[in-house]
């Protein structure tokens, strides 16, 4: 098993900056795929990011690209989401997901709990 616990939401002024982070325990992190999903109330849950564990290729949701920056410490089994110039409408629940194995980058394994991100306007 592999629990995920994400930090770092609260609430923004549209403009303005946060980092979540999300960190890892339960089986080798830096074997396991890392992404970023959202969810806004009354809409289904969206890929927002992945990062690869191997040479940490980078995907994003066009919606996010150029804005949001995924990375990740395998030293400190943390993944992280810098998201700039947030929108009211990046207002979500963010959930970190990990995937062992190949896939989409949409595969999911484990999820997170999640982490309310809120952009006033």
């Known amino acids: 098993q592999v629990q995920l616990v994400e930090s770092g939401g609260g609430l923004v002024q549209a403009g303005g900056s946060l980092r979540l982070s999300c960190a890892a325990s339960?089986?080798?992190?830096?074997?396991?795929?890392m992404k970023w999903f959202r969810q806004a109330p009354g809409k289904e849950r969206e890929f927002v990011a992945h990062?690869?564990?191997?040479?940490?290729?980078?995907n994003y949701a066009d919606s996010v690209k150029g804005r949001f920056t995924i990375s990740r410490d395998d030293s400190k089994n943390t993944v992280y989401l810098q998201m700039n110039s947030l929108k009211p409408e990046d207002t979500a629940v963010y959930y970190c997901a990990a995937r062992y194995g190949d896939g989409r980058v949409t595969d999911v394994d484990y999820w997170g709990q999640g982490t309310q991100v809120t952009v006033s306007s």
């Open positions: 990062i690869s564990w191997v040479r940490g290729i980078t």
């Open positions: 339960g089986r080798t992190f830096s074997n396991a795929a």
